[in-house]
């Protein structure tokens, strides 16, 4: 109960990207059926929009995947900073788990106080998780369907920066605030770059 209270604003906040990206893969070249088993393999929006940005661009493959692996560096980062709670876990667990760490998950984990650990925290992560690919999914799904009738005005490209900045914003204090300025400019100044590359540096 307490995962699914904690991921349910992530899966909300989530949804309106996840439904946008299902709009792109309606049209994409590499059709809906490959497009939905893209969202559970990178089970991460920036990095699937920058790759499907990419393909649709005509790069080759090392360049699809040098942008992927540089969106998704900070996971080293997150998987640091998670190593006490996957220490002493089963093999599998710690083989297979690590697939389910992005932003939100990362976030809501982070919090969990110190002695939720072993069997307990196995149960937060993977439901965490599962609730939250179910909600992406859900979402490529609906933008699959629904999506020729969405009206144009809609914003849902704003959606991904906007969850990430409202799981930014709560934790912002100290020295944290300058880093986030900085990450800003470099965002903004990235933004106009050709080809996708923006995207690497905005989610970088």
Do not use: C, E
Not at 9 to 37: E, K, N, R
Not at 46 to 53: D, F, I, P, W
């Amino acid at each position: 109960r307490s995962a699914v209270r904690d991921i349910a604003p992530a899966v909300l906040g989530s949804m309106p990207f996840g439904v946008f990206l299902g709009v792109t893969l309606a049209t994409h070249p590499i059709g809906p059926q490959l497009g939905l088993a893209s969202a559970a393999l990178f089970y991460g929006g920036s990095a699937q929009l920058s790759a499907l940005t990419l393909v649709a661009a005509g790069a080759g493959a090392l360049t699809v995947v040098g942008a992927v692996v540089a969106i998704n560096a900070r996971l080293v980062l997150y998987g640091a900073a998670l190593q006490p709670r996957f220490a002493g876990q089963p093999a599998w667990f710690r083989w297979l788990a690590p697939a389910l760490l992005i932003d939100q998950t990362f976030a809501v984990a982070a919090a969990l106080p110190a002695d939720v650990t072993g069997a307990r925290f196995r149960r937060y992560w993977l439901t965490v998780g599962g609730v939250l690919g179910a909600g992406w999914l859900g979402a490529h799904v609906l933008g699959l369907v629904a999506g020729a009738g969405l009206p144009s005005w809609l914003p849902l490209d704003i959606a991904g920066p906007a969850v990430l900045v409202g799981l930014l914003v709560p934790h912002l204090r100290g020295r944290g605030v300058p880093v986030a300025l900085a990450a800003g400019i470099g965002a903004a100044l990235s933004a106009p770059l050709p080809a996708g590359v923006g995207k690497i540096g905005r989610a970088s």
